[in-house]
């Protein structure tokens, strides 16, 4: 599942190299995050002065005296410290009062996993080995984001015009289905995207749906005269 976090809070306790990893999951949203740490890594530095987080220097010794004290409690909650022990504390706590929770050191705790997440433009694609390896997780990240073209980025974007194209002139979506299908497939339209020439696959991809209308109007009209 992708949950959609727009809106929501976000509290993660830990300010290392690991936190700022797991951080990648909700930047691209909406999200309000607090970092919460006695010491923070630049990298967690930075993102607060580009005022993508904020951040809480505290040493918690007393995790359920620490979430009582949150208000208003937030919905998700991040152990992402180096103490499993604080972590497992964090999570039960959190757990009471109706967050939703992750330990990094104990996924069997958690409510919900944070895969490597391989991003290339538009494209978003999430690698999971359940928390065995998360080295191995972001070895294969790193490889599937190699195997993202600027080609299909550009088929991302045609398909985008298309689909909201024909949402307005094409009631049925199963021809609407058929006609995107068609340019993906077409051979023409996908030259046109390997040279990187988004204009001209537009252009064919608007002849071929038009084509296409054209016959099954043609169609329409012949079985209709057959049988009138």
Not at 54 to 83: E, G, S, Y
């Amino acid at each position: 599942m992708d949950f959609k976090v727009d809106g929501k809070t976000v509290v993660v306790v830990g300010g290392g190299a690991e936190v700022c990893r797991k951080l990648q999951n909700f930047l691209d949203s909406s999200v309000e995050i607090t970092v919460v740490s006695r010491e923070f890594s630049d990298a967690i530095k930075i993102l607060a002065k580009q005022g993508k987080i904020k951040v809480l220097q505290i040493n918690i010794k007393d995790a359920q005296n620490f979430i009582d004290q949150l208000n208003p409690k937030p919905d998700m909650l991040l152990a992402v410290t180096d103490d499993s022990e604080l972590n497992a504390q964090l999570v039960k706590a959190a757990k009471k009062v109706g967050c939703l929770v992750y330990c990094v050191s104990n996924p069997s705790l958690s409510d919900f996993i944070l895969p490597a997440v391989a991003r290339v433009g538009a494209v978003k694609i999430a690698v999971s080995t359940g928390g065995r390896s998360p080295a191995v997780a972001k070895l294969l990240r790193q490889r599937v984001e190699r195997l993202v073209t600027s080609e299909d980025l550009l088929t991302i974007e045609l398909q985008v015009y298309l689909r909201n194209l024909l949402k307005g002139c094409v009631a049925d979506y199963r021809l609407r289905s058929e006609l995107l299908n068609e340019t993906l497939n077409n051979v023409d339209i996908k030259q046109a995207l390997s040279e990187g020439n988004l204009y001209v696959a537009k252009v064919l991809s608007l002849k071929l749906v038009q084509n296409k209308e054209a016959t099954i109007h043609e169609l329409s009209r012949c079985t209709y005269e057959k049988t009138s």
